[in-house]
């Protein structure tokens, strides 16, 4: 099992930075792909990028391609989420999730492929 736990979000201007963290508990975190997925209020969650057990892969989907940048740590069990020109339409609660993948490089972006959720950080863009 994996226990995930999210922080950096908060209220930022439209065009601003933030970089999310998502701490890993286990000593197996290098063997699961992650995902940061965002839920707006009143819409469904949304896959906003993921990358592979090596960080080899990543993926993001195409309204964040150009700003968002995922990347991992296995050494510190961290996964981040550096978000850069934020707009008002990244308001969301922001949720990092697990699925054991070891050796395999495929992104999945659905969020019933996650087996792992942490307990989401809310990010508001102000216009």
């Known amino acids: 099992q994996v226990q995930l736990v999210e922080s950096g979000g908060g209220l930022v201007q439209a065009g601003g930075s933030l970089l999310l963290s998502c701490a890993a508990s286990g000593r197996t975190f290098s063997r699961y792909a992650m995902g940061w997925f965002r839920q707006a209020a009143g819409k469904e969650r949304e896959f906003v990028a993921g990358?592979?057990?090596?960080?080899?892969?990543?993926n993001s989907t195409d309204s964040v391609k150009a700003r968002f940048t995922i990347s991992r740590d296995n050494a510190k069990n961290t996964v981040y989420l550096q978000m850069n020109s934020l707009k008002p339409e990244d308001t969301a609660v922001y949720y990092c999730a697990a699925r054991e993948a070891y050796r395999y490089n495929y992104i999945h972006t659905a969020p019933n492929m996650y087996s792992y959720w942490g307990q989401g950080t809310q990010v508001t863009v102000s216009s």
């Open positions: 990358i592979s057990w090596s960080g080899g892969s990543t």
